[in-house]
DNA sequence: CATCTTTGTTTCATCGATGAAATGCCACGA
DNA sequence: TCGTGGCATTTCATCGATGAAACAAAGATG
């Protein structure tokens, strides 16, 4: 039986069941000593009252909110929002809500987040920065309960949760290179951001693979994307697919632009992978649905947003030890694309 | 300069200043009477000190979080994390945080987001139910600030912002009867949910459209899914392809079980639309980028995004007039796919 | 020049839950 | 019988920001 809960208080409900308002705290709470029967009036008045917990005031005594903070450029590129599902799945273990902001990538934005302007008080932060970089270290200063995510952007003293970009990229275009292509592009370059980003490292590893193989990478294959949706791939695809000397291989930077380089070479008339092999990075759900489904780097998107909860409530809970540096597992899934 | 942020407080910082904690709560708040040299004095002692708002005092006190709760069944559904990604968006305009809330469509989930046991605190709920049915309105009871998308699930004093379900389905049922199909085929029923739910509304439309062109619909042509996931639509698609009488279009109740279906055609060396015709429903950003691009229902999503956090809003603030029951517009967008 | 406004700042109490410590009660052993 | 210790509950102060109202100083008004 719930009743109006207006502004209903412990020492409301305590009132009611004939005990102090400290005595229904150490009911919810779960405090060891507390009869049974005076449990069960106590709950009983929770009950009636339809008292709820006013967690700005135990925020203030105890120091903690209950939610952490998960910046990440966009919800609507598939990796993120499959990261997302995730993070808020693990931290769900810890008794944590998630508050979601989107930085659309932006620089400006993601100083806000950092500068805590555009954040909620929250315990922790889980930040995937995308326009940030070597030398932005003096922007974490008092940041403390921080995990970051996707590239070794900062050398200052933080947590990181990293893929094996480099490396990953590079067993993609070996994959390739291994299945007899020669003129390999790549999709998704972007020259405006840092040096350690994803697009630069993942950059790295073809070239790196390419140059091991002796293949050649004319400029006019590595394609800039500068926002890693579907309509980028599509529309670097089709100028892939208009070149005098047409590739016989995309690696796309992630599965978004791959899935977008798919449906153009379909619009085309271009067989995938007969004509053109495609290689995506990410292994998101809809690449197993593409048509034809989708050969990309796994990168472990489940163990990242594991380790990232599970480092950041380590330091909550008051780890001290120097910042750890975790790499994740990647694969290739070889699917029918390439 | 940013200092050590550890527990600096408006006092802190006013000492510092020269001022009241007072005074800097006006400053930080943009009281309209202080001097702009004091003001210039306190925002640098900010600055100096690092000082972050404690958001768990304001809350405290002002009886409000800054933060609102989304609560949908699941980020990896396209719809629901488009949905996300414009509530966020929309959210930003008043200020407000988003806690997300996955339910995972599970009945006892959704129960705990109303009772408060599985949400924070915060200024409000906008609640997409999907266990939960008419019989359940006396779960809602204490939730004043408090709009349901989605399904017109209850009959109780509460917000609704919904889509035209019914009247969308038959649109789109209507269009591939007017292209000359029969033996048109629905993937997406649930047995299992309320009669007002998603997928109950849009099986009500296929079949008054069906029914009025007088068109059979045997059972073995409506499928049953229950998640709606990619993996429903191919295997929905599958079995349909199986049939001794193979049906000649399909209608998807969600783009995600189209893209699936697609996907299950083309692995079967079946042409769309030539041989089956697919159209789907919500017209997420991968409808236009699937092959062949999918003909399905624009439901609105921006707009339901928006009017449900002004409506959110607008209770916050007081608004008191009896709750609203929002249609939005709906239409067809034809692609190749159908 | 005394009074009334306006402007800028301060004082004080308060929001609701919890940490620390005190209290009352009962059981138990010597 | 008295002390000792454990259990259950209470008392009290406190977290940090803000609403209400008081206050001081500077201008406006007659």
């Known amino acids: 039986m719930t009743g109006k809960s207006a502004n209903v208080t412990m020492a409301?409900?305590?009132?009611?069941?004939?005990?102090?308002?400290?005595?229904v705290s150490n009911v919810l709470s779960n405090?060891?000593?507390?009869?049974?029967?005076?449990?069960?009036?106590?709950?009983?008045?929770?009950?009636?009252?339809?008292?709820?917990?006013?967690?700005?005031?135990?925020?203030?005594?105890?120091g903690r909110t209950g939610s952490i903070t998960l910046a990440i450029p966009d919800l609507g590129i598939d990796y993120f929002n499959e990261l997302a599902r995730r993070v808020i799945v693990e931290s769900e273990r810890h008794g944590w809500s998630v508050v979601i902001q989107q930085t659309g990538a932006r620089?400006?934005?993601?100083?806000?987040?950092?500068?805590?302007?555009?954040?909620?008080?929250?315990?922790?932060?889980?930040?995937?920065?995308?326009?940030?970089?070597?030398?932005?270290?003096?922007?974490?200063?008092?940041?403390?309960?921080?995990?970051?995510?996707?590239?070794?952007?900062?050398?200052?003293?933080?947590?990181?949760?990293?893929?094996?970009?480099?490396?990953?990229?590079?067993?993609?275009?070996?994959?390739?290179?291994g299945r007899g292509r020669t003129r390999i592009a790549a999709i998704g370059s972007n020259p405006g951001v840092s040096t350690i980003s994803a697009a630069s490292l993942r950059l790295q590893g073809y070239l790196q693979a390419m140059q091991e193989a002796g293949l050649p990478t004319p400029p006019e294959r590595i394609v800039v994307?500068?926002?890693?949706?579907?309509?980028?791939?599509?529309?670097?695809?089709?100028?892939?697919?208009?070149?005098?000397?047409?590739?016989?291989?995309?690696?796309?930077?992630?599965?978004?632009?791959?899935?977008?380089?798919?449906?153009?070479a379909a619009m085309n008339g271009v067989r995938v992978p007969d004509e053109i092999a495609v290689v995506g990075f990410d292994n998101v759900p809809a690449a197993q649905y593409a048509f034809p489904p989708l050969t990309t780097i796994e990168p472990g998107t489940e163990q990242i947003a594991k380790m990232a909860v599970d480092l950041l409530a380590a330091r909550v809970?008051?780890?001290?030890?120097?910042?750890?540096?975790?790499?994740?597992?990647?694969?290739?899934?070889?699917r029918r694309s390439a």
């Not at 934005?109 to 932005?136: C, K, M, N, V, Y």
């Not at 309509?231 to 000397?245: F, K, N, Q, S």
């Not at 809970?317 to 694969?331: A, K, L, V």
Request: aromatic share 4%.
């Open 12 to 23: 409301d409900v305590g009132a009611l069941a004939g005990v102090t308002a400290r005595t």
């Open 31 to 62: 405090h060891p000593s507390v009869r049974p029967e005076t449990r069960d009036r106590v709950l009983r008045a929770v009950d009636q009252l339809g008292y709820r917990m006013n967690t700005s005031a135990r925020g203030l005594k105890t």
């Open 107 to 177: 620089r400006e934005t993601e100083l806000d987040i950092l500068s805590g302007a555009r954040r909620q008080h929250s315990d922790g932060l889980i930040f995937q920065p995308h326009a940030l970089g070597p030398g932005d270290e003096k922007h974490l200063t008092g940041n403390d309960r921080l995990v970051i995510l996707g590239d070794r952007i900062f050398n200052g003293p933080v947590d990181h949760v990293a893929m094996a970009n480099t490396d990953a990229a590079r067993l993609a275009t070996q994959y390739l290179i």
């Open 225 to 264: 994307a500068e926002e890693w949706h579907l309509r980028d791939g599509a529309v670097a695809m089709t100028h892939l697919l208009r070149l005098d000397e047409r590739p016989d291989a995309v690696f796309c930077f992630n599965d978004t632009l791959a899935i977008g380089a798919l449906h153009a």
């Open 317 to 334: 809970n008051g780890r001290t030890d120097p910042p750890r540096e975790i790499f994740t597992d990647s694969s290739l899934v070889v």
